[in-house]
Structures are given as structure tokens and as C-alpha cells.
């Protein structure tokens, strides 16, 4: 799958949700009542980190997006411009500190050798992990699962990754499942492009 095939899945998804919510919409009686009050908007909080794959962070962005009615936070340890993989800088919206609480999803997603150094940040890690206990969903694609796993958040759960770190997830209390997209109770974990 790579991330296009998670992106069409989740796209998918989305796109049903909002069909579903359009169909409600004009099944909804006419008679002089005052239309619903609109829900409180999804909180989506989506972690970037310096070296980070700006095609993860943009594609699943974009699809989240699709949903309606979504409040999207790019965070980081601090406000300061972020330097992707591929030298674009991307402006947190909040810091860890000021990310909302609780989150409907949380996301990450992968970095390559970038990755190794969010693992071993603990005040990164104690985010998540603190964050992932009052969360809806937790998700991650390609390397960003080992990050979710190094935040003990794959502990018990089945998930994948990219096929070229996946098999370090059993040494985060996780069962791999060589799959492209892994679904675990509320984690879901996405692996990248090539290999098996």
C-alpha cells in the first residue's frame, strides 16, 4: 500500500461518512424546526518532527481533511519551524503543551533514520503516551508505528510498519502482522511502499 492505498482507504471512508451525513441532511424534516446544532468538530492532532516524510504528514492531512467538520492540530515539542525530509519547514499549529485534550485521532507518521530520534525522546514519548489514553483512535504510517511502539502504544496490540523496521515491533510488545494496513482495536497502523 504504500501511502497511497492507505490514503484511498481512509479516503474511502471518508468519503462515506460525509455522503451519509449530506443524506441525513436532506432526510431531515422540514417543518419549521430549527436544524440541529452543528457537532463539536473532530480534533485531530497530527505529530511533526524534524526529518519527518512530508508525504506523510501532507497526504493523510488532505484525507482527514475529506471528513467535515474537523479541527486538524500540527504539533511539535515547540512552536518552531519544522525541516522535513525534504527540506520543506512546516509551522506547528500548537506545541505539546497547548495540543487539545482529549483528541479523537491521533497521528503519526514516519520519518526514516529521522525516526530513531523521536524514539529516543521521552518528553515526545510521555506526550503521546499521556495523549493516547484519552484518544479515540491512535494511528501511525510507515516508520511512525516504532515511534507508537518506543511511546509503549503497540503493547498488546497487533500493527505493521514499513516492511524495512517492521520486525523491531515485537520489541515493543507488539504482534507484527506483515500487512499493509493493520487494525487493532483503536490503533491502526499503515505500512510504506516495497517490500513484501
Known amino acids: 500500500m504504500a501511502r497511497r492505498e492507505f ?13 451519509a451525513n449530506v443524506a441525513q441532511q436532506q432526510t431531515h424534516d422540514t417543518s419549521g424546526q430549527q436544524p440541529p446544532k452543528p457537532e463539536k468538530p473532530q480534533e485531530i492532532a497530527i505529530l511533526i518532527y524534524p526529518g519527518m516524510t512530508a508525504l506523510d504528514l501532507v497526504g493523510p492531512e488532505q484525507v482527514f481533511g475529506y471528513l467535515g467538520n474537523v479541527h486538524i492540530e500540527l504539533f511539535a515539542k515547540t512552536k518552531d ?6 527540506v520543506i ?3 506547528p499549529s500548537k506545541s505539546s503543551a497547548d495540543c487539545a485534550d482529549p483528541v479523537d485521532i491521533l497521528f503519526v507518521g514516519g520519518g ?3 525516526t530513531v530520534a523521536v524514539m529516543k525522546d521521552t518528553e515526545t514519548l510521555d506526550f503521546l503516551s499521556r495523549k493516547a489514553k484519552t484518544t ?4 501511525s504510517v510507515c516508520t511512525g508505528s516504532t515511534i507508537l511502539g518506543a511511546a509503549g ?3 498488546g496490540y497487533t500493527a505493521t510498519s514499513h516492511w524495512s523496521v517492521r520486525d523491531f ?6 504482534e ?5 494496513v493493520v487494525e487493532d482495536r483503536n490503533r491502526i497502523t499503515s505500512g510504506g511502499h516495497g517490500g513484501n
Not at 507484527?176 to 499493509?180: K, P, S, T
Open 7 to 19: 490514503s484511498q482507504q481512509l479516503c474511502g471512508a471518508a468519503f462515506s461518512a460525509a455522503f
Open 81 to 86: 519551524l519544522v525541516r522535513s525530509d525534504t
Open 89 to 91: 519547514t512546516i509551522q
Open 112 to 114: 526514516a533514520d529521522f
Open 136 to 139: 479515540k483512535l491512535v494511528t
Open 153 to 155: 502504544l503497540l503493547r
Open 169 to 174: 515491533l515485537p520489541l515493543f510488545g507488539a
Open 176 to 180: 507484527l502482522v506483515v500487512n499493509r
